[in-house]
């Protein structure tokens, strides 16, 4: 299998070495710490699953335009 060339989105320096993280690393760890924070805020009753889940729709279609949106 061909291996893809590493794409570094960030340089950090970690336990007294430089580390590179990518772009999949970084979007992983961000995927991660979302969801851990939205299970801790739904298991608190802090949010409510269904109030989350409309919200981001509403974000979406507010911001996202899909390529017949953009048309109008």
Do not use: H
């Amino acid at each position: 299998m061909e291996e893809k060339e590493k794409r570094v989105a960030l340089k950090i320096f970690f336990d007294g070495k430089w580390k590179e993280i990518t772009y999949e690393e970084l979007c992983l760890s961000n995927n991660l710490a979302q969801e851990a924070l939205v299970t801790l805020l739904v298991k608190k009753k802090l949010i409510d699953p269904k109030e989350l889940m409309e919200m981001i729709a509403k974000i979406r279609k507010e911001r996202y335009k899909t390529p017949e949106d953009r048309k109008e």
